[in-house]
């Protein structure tokens, strides 16, 4: 049996319409504080929680719309409804024990489709003479597929079919202290309690408390304190059935001794035992997950016993599913240790009647998570209701190579998710390059929450069709590759076609001179000639208003290397930097007739290699710009673009906003205004 989904209306933070979120064996809730993530937990206790007063709907369970009085409100409704599938049919589980349970009360969409319930608790709010109100709710069983449901589609639901789906809810901060006592609801009571206790086990313990009893009783002090307190109580009481008070120093029947377990850590290197509230926090933290990962265990052997010892020696009932909701399972717990926790999860997750809910903050977390497992609070600004959102990528089976390249760098960049503006760009150049501009213009990336995310432009479309379903602002820089292979006009080709596919209507895309490019034409874009310049510019223009951006005329090291030639060779050492065949270094070459041809020859090979064997022969570049290629494939082919730009950084410290190339200050300006809006 699994959870399969969960729709909540007018809960808390959730509002008038519908939110459903669907849910796998582990799934990850991310998104920034007060978005809506312990509010989808906290309405699953409600219908399935352990104690009754984590089960009760109150006042401010029901949400007020923000252009809303409460004073103005004189009744509301909300609903939480679950769905349930069992997956145990499918594998001819004959040994399930959730079917019998819910059979009769099973739903099929139509024929050869899953079998599933519908599990749906409703409440209603109504002004009265009591100051918080009139509340009436239920939990019903909906017997109809269908979205319209009226009283005919509800049966009552007995609660012992609800205590069949318990919520083992972790709290953010974790107090493992409070889950050692055993009182009603906690870990360790169920576990205790649930223990077969034999009747030779029950009498012992009576024998030896009444044993240590009589031992304290023989102390002379204890004596004259046991008279004193009779004496004395005498005085202000005559009830014979009270009339004596008794000192007692142990417990005599098992359930008060139980009330008084502790756990102990040793060895130490003090003379006694460590206490649980004596840890560290992170120590308390782990300890706390470890208590769960006990109780499932003693579940599962519970399960999987056919009679046996194990089974004899507990009373405990598994349920049919058991959902752990784990709040920000990072709190208090170093870095290192994330991925063994997650593993542990994973694990739990995996058994046959488990299910596990994971809410986080942090990147180490989330990278751990499968992307189709996460799912993205946010609070919509229009109706400040909470929206949810999965993360979309490419069809695994059709785009394989897309999926795996879209994945992985999802969970190389998870701050993406936290990030309120996104910078797509190619790669480390961009990341570095980028990253100095906006702090040349003032602005602090980390205090902005931007997140520059290199992620190359082979498969931008889909990181655009991912962050538009996140709803999260975003800003791309590609390199325009001119004469390289599919540079140049293919790459303007591309980028109208997933423009339109996956951002902007095609009549919101305007062409040149109001002329619309028809069908024909655009298909015939990527073997337009490379030396229109000027047409190919116009085009850029048109797709920066649509916060697309191009590095020109090739990509982002070009251009700074066409802004900053001089000062990228004053970082290198006197015996660095391209040299002919004679050895003649290039930035010390004077030419004249006899090295004119070797030069020449350095530059069309250097061209060959910076446009690559299937590009162009440079014919679009001016003269200048193809003695460049000599330092671009020197500095960025062979020497390292990170390093390069880094060196420049480190050395020149006085560069400023307006002495680099224009197609970027164009785009980070973009960026600033973006930050504003």
Same mark, same amino acid.
């Given at each position: 049996m699994?959870?399969?989904k969960?729709?909540?209306k007018?809960?808390r933070?959730f509002?008038p319409?519908?939110t459903t979120i669907?849910f796998d064996n582990?799934t990850?809730?991310?998104?920034h504080?007060?978005s809506?993530?312990?509010?989808?937990?906290?309405?699953?206790?409600?219908?399935f929680?352990?104690?009754a007063?984590e089960?009760?709907?109150?006042?401010?369970d029901?949400?007020?719309?923000?252009d !809303?009085?409460?004073?103005?409100i004189?009744?509301?409704?909300?609903?939480?409804?679950?769905?349930?599938?069992?997956p145990?049919?499918?594998?001819n589980?004959?040994?399930?024990?959730?079917v019998?349970?819910?059979?009769?009360?099973?739903l099929?969409?139509?024929p050869g489709k899953?079998?599933?319930?519908r599990?749906r608790l409703?409440a209603?709010?109504?002004?009265s003479?009591?100051?918080e109100?009139?509340?009436d709710?239920?939990?019903y069983?909906?017997t109809s597929?269908s979205e319209?449901?009226?009283t005919d589609n509800?049966?009552n639901?007995?609660?012992?079919?609800?205590?069949?789906i318990?919520?083992?809810?972790?709290?953010?901060?974790?107090?493992?202290n409070?889950?050692?006592?055993?009182?009603?609801g906690?870990?360790?009571?169920?576990?205790?309690?649930?223990?077969?206790?034999?009747?030779i086990?029950?009498?012992?313990?009576e024998?030896i408390?009444?044993?240590?009893?009589n031992?304290?009783?023989?102390?002379?002090g204890?004596?004259?304190?046991?008279?004193?307190?009779?004496?004395?109580?005498?005085?202000?009481h005559?009830?014979?059935?009270?009339?004596?008070?008794?000192?007692?120093?142990?417990?005599?029947?098992l359930?008060t001794l139980l009330?008084?377990v502790d756990?102990?850590f040793?060895?130490?290197k003090i003379?006694r035992?460590?206490?649980i509230e004596?840890?560290?926090?992170g120590?308390r933290?782990?300890?706390?997950l470890?208590?769960?990962?006990t109780f499932l265990?003693?579940?599962e052997h519970?399960l999987?016993?056919?009679?046996?010892?194990?089974?004899?020696?507990?009373?405990?009932i598994p349920?049919?599913l058991?959902i752990?909701?784990?709040?920000?399972p990072e709190?208090?717990?170093?870095p290192?240790?994330?991925?063994?926790?997650?593993e542990n999860?994973?694990?739990i997750?995996?058994?046959?009647n488990?299910?596990?809910?994971?809410?986080?903050?942090?990147?180490?977390?989330i990278?751990?998570?499968e992307?189709?497992?996460?799912r993205?609070?946010?609070v919509?600004?229009?109706?400040?209701c909470?929206s949810?959102?999965?993360?979309?990528?490419?069809?695994?089976e059709?785009?394989?190579?897309q999926f795996?390249?879209?994945?992985?760098?999802?969970?190389?960049?998870?701050e993406l998710?936290f990030s309120?503006?996104i910078v797509?760009?190619?790669?480390e150049?961009?990341?570095?390059?980028i990253k100095?501009m906006?702090?040349?213009k003032?602005v602090s990336?980390?205090?902005?929450e931007?997140?520059i995310?290199?992620?190359?432009?082979?498969?931008?479309?889909?990181?655009?069709?991912?962050?538009?379903n996140?709803?999260?602002?975003?800003?791309?820089?590609?390199?325009?590759?001119?004469?390289?292979?599919?540079?140049?006009?293919?790459?303007?080709?591309?980028v109208?076609?997933?423009?339109?596919?996956y951002?902007?209507?095609?009549? !919101?895309l305007?062409?040149?001179?109001?002329k619309?490019?028809?069908?024909?034409?655009?298909?015939?874009m990527h073997?337009?000639?490379?030396?229109?310049?000027?047409?190919?510019?116009?085009w850029?223009?048109?797709?920066?208003?649509?916060?697309?951006?191009?590095?020109?005329?090739?990509?982002i090291d070009?251009?700074m290397?066409?802004?900053f030639?001089?000062e990228?060779?004053?970082?290198?050492?006197?015996?660095?930097?391209?040299?002919?065949?004679? !050895?003649?270094?290039?930035?010390e070459?004077?030419?004249?007739?006899?090295?004119e041809e070797?030069y020449q020859l350095?530059?069309?090979?250097?061209?060959?290699?910076?446009l690559k064997?299937?590009?162009g022969?440079g014919?679009?570049?001016?003269?200048e710009?193809?003695?460049?290629?000599?330092?671009y494939?020197y500095?960025f082919?062979?020497?390292g673009?990170?390093?390069?730009?880094?060196s420049l950084?480190?050395?020149k410290?006085?560069?400023?906003?307006?002495?680099?190339p224009?197609?970027?200050?164009?785009?980070?300006?973009r960026i600033i205004?973006?930050?504003?809006?």
């Amino acid at each position: 049996m699994k959870l399969t989904k969960i729709i909540i209306k007018n809960y808390r933070c959730f509002g008038p319409n519908p939110t459903t979120i669907e849910f796998d064996n582990l799934t990850g809730f991310i998104g920034h504080n007060s978005s809506g993530k312990t509010a989808a937990l906290t309405a699953l206790i409600k219908l399935f929680g352990e104690k009754a007063s984590e089960r009760i709907i109150e006042k401010s369970d029901f949400h007020i719309p923000e252009d !809303s009085s409460p004073d103005n409100i004189d009744n509301h409704n909300l609903y939480i409804e679950t769905q349930f599938e069992f997956p145990e049919l499918e594998n001819n589980n004959n040994t399930s024990v959730s079917v019998p349970i819910y059979f009769n009360n099973m739903l099929v969409k139509a024929p050869g489709k899953k079998l599933y319930i519908r599990i749906r608790l409703e409440a209603s709010w109504e002004k009265s003479s009591n100051p918080e109100g009139s509340i009436d709710s239920n939990i019903y069983y909906i017997t109809s597929d269908s979205e319209d449901i009226n009283t005919d589609n509800k049966r009552n639901i007995k609660r012992y079919d609800l205590d069949q789906i318990k919520v083992i809810y972790v709290p953010a901060i974790r107090k493992p202290n409070e889950q050692l006592r055993n009182v009603s609801g906690t870990i360790i009571s169920r576990l205790l309690n649930g223990i077969n206790w034999s009747d030779i086990t029950k009498k012992e313990i009576e024998k030896i408390a009444t044993d240590t009893e009589n031992i304290f009783s023989k102390e002379q002090g204890v004596k004259i304190l046991q008279e004193a307190l009779i004496n004395k109580w005498g005085e202000y009481h005559k009830d014979f059935r009270y009339s004596v008070p008794k000192i007692n120093f142990n417990s005599s029947d098992l359930a008060t001794l139980l009330k008084k377990v502790d756990i102990t850590f040793s060895p130490t290197k003090i003379y006694r035992n460590y206490r649980i509230e004596e840890l560290g926090d992170g120590l308390r933290s782990l300890f706390y997950l470890s208590l769960v990962n006990t109780f499932l265990e003693i579940e599962e052997h519970i399960l999987l016993s056919d009679n046996d010892t194990k089974q004899n020696s507990f009373s405990l009932i598994p349920p049919a599913l058991t959902i752990v909701a784990i709040e920000e399972p990072e709190n208090h717990i170093s870095p290192h240790l994330l991925g063994r926790v997650i593993e542990n999860l994973n694990n739990i997750s995996k058994k046959e009647n488990t299910q596990v809910i994971i809410t986080s903050h942090s990147p180490s977390i989330i990278k751990r998570i499968e992307p189709t497992n996460i799912r993205f609070f946010r609070v919509n600004k229009e109706s400040s209701c909470t929206s949810i959102n999965s993360i979309s990528l490419p069809d695994s089976e059709k785009e394989t190579m897309q999926f795996k390249f879209i994945k992985e760098a999802v969970l190389s960049h998870p701050e993406l998710y936290f990030s309120k503006l996104i910078v797509l760009g190619e790669g480390e150049s961009e990341e570095i390059i980028i990253k100095k501009m906006i702090e040349l213009k003032g602005v602090s990336i980390d205090s902005s929450e931007i997140s520059i995310v290199p992620l190359g432009g082979k498969h931008v479309n889909h990181f655009w069709r991912l962050l538009n379903n996140l709803q999260i602002p975003y800003i791309t820089l590609l390199d325009l590759d001119r004469e390289r292979n599919g540079g140049g006009w293919g790459r303007i080709q591309y980028v109208r076609k997933q423009l339109i596919k996956y951002i902007r209507d095609e009549n !919101s895309l305007p062409c040149i001179n109001g002329k619309k490019i028809n069908d024909s034409e655009f298909n015939k874009m990527h073997n337009w000639e490379s030396s229109e310049i000027q047409k190919m510019k116009t085009w850029i223009n048109l797709f920066e208003k649509n916060d697309v951006y191009f590095s020109s005329p090739l990509d982002i090291d070009f251009s700074m290397l066409k802004c900053f030639k001089n000062e990228y060779i004053s970082t290198l050492e006197k015996r660095e930097g391209p040299k002919l065949k004679n !050895s003649i270094p290039i930035k010390e070459l004077k030419i004249n007739e006899t090295e004119e041809e070797a030069y020449q020859l350095r530059i069309n090979s250097d061209i060959r290699l910076t446009l690559k064997s299937e590009g162009g022969d440079g014919s679009t570049y001016t003269k200048e710009e193809k003695e460049l290629m000599i330092w671009y494939a020197y500095f960025f082919l062979s020497r390292g673009k990170p390093t390069t730009h880094l060196s420049l950084f480190s050395v020149k410290s006085d560069l400023n906003f307006e002495s680099f190339p224009k197609c970027l200050k164009n785009f980070v300006n973009r960026i600033i205004e973006k930050m504003g809006e």
